[in-house]
């Protein structure tokens, strides 16, 4: 199964995506992972990233698309992937069907997290993440040890206010239009149109995992 989670910055796919690709033994592919992992290492493309992750902004397609490209191609995704923040823009959801496409694969699913703005802006403001892992925490301590890898929680640069609003501004603009490009195709029908699927993404995070599931299973 090839999926697509698509939600605004803390809406949990990263949470969740890690437990859908648990239950279908797929792996998660996040974008957002790999380009913080490569501004760690200090790659020429990490460093690039870095400037606009660091803003709230999104990266553009063309490095969007090229990673897209590798991850799908490895034998380990052969079977399914959970895309995790991977499809932001009208071009990045063309090129994810186009690549698809050439492996003969197809997007079955895109999952809708549904949070308000309030609550978001909540989760954020107190989230810390493993610096190594990218485990995400709520109410932990800058500093304090991942209960995963044991590495250090750190706060995202783009956590800041300034960067939040950001950051919404772009889900709003760039990838709310991505929503009614899916929704257009599943309109349309034919072999390549995945199912939409929107599911209540507030409550206890297992309470939320059960309502995926249940959903995907339909
Ligand atoms: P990315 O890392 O993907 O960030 P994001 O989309 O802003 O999403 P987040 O990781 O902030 O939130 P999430 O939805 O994964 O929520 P989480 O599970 O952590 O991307 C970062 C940047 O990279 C982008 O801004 C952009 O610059 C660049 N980028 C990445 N992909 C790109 C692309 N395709 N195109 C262009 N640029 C790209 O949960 C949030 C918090 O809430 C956590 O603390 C968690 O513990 C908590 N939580 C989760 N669920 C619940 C719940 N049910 N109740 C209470 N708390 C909860």
């Known amino acids: 199964m090839n999926i697509v989670l698509l939600g605004a910055p803390g809406a949990g796919k990263g949470t969740q995506g890690d437990r859908i690709g648990a239950h279908y033994g797929i792996p998660k592919l996040a974008t957002g992972d790999v380009l913080r992992e490569a501004a760690r290492q200090g790659t020429p493309l ?4 870095k400037r606009y992750m660091d803003r709230g902004e999104l990266v553009p397609d063309a490095v969007i698309l090229g990673i897209m490209k590798e991850a799908l191609a490895r034998p380990v995704a052969a079977n399914g992937v959970v895309l995790d923040g991977v499809v932001r823009t009208v071009p990045q959801a063309e090129g994810l069907e186009r690549v698809l496409g050439e492996l003969g694969r197809r997007l079955d699913v895109v999952l809708l997290f549904d949070v308000e703005e309030e609550e978001l802006v909540r989760r ?33 640069a783009d956590d800041e206010p300034e960067a939040i609003r950001k950051r919404m501004r772009e889900y709003r603009e760039k990838t709310g239009p991505v929503i009614d490009w899916y929704r257009a195709r599943a309109e349309a029908g034919g072999d390549a149109a995945p199912r939409i699927v929107m599911v209540d993404a507030v409550g206890e995070i297992d309470a939320v995992t059960q309502r995926v599931l249940d959903a995907l299973s339909r």
């Open 124 to 156: 954020l403001s107190t989230r810390t993440v493993c610096e190594r892992c990218q485990a995400p925490y709520t109410g932990r301590e800058s500093g304090s040890a991942c209960d995963k890898c044991g590495s250090r929680l750190v706060r995202r």
């Open 46 to 49: 990490g460093l690039e990233a």
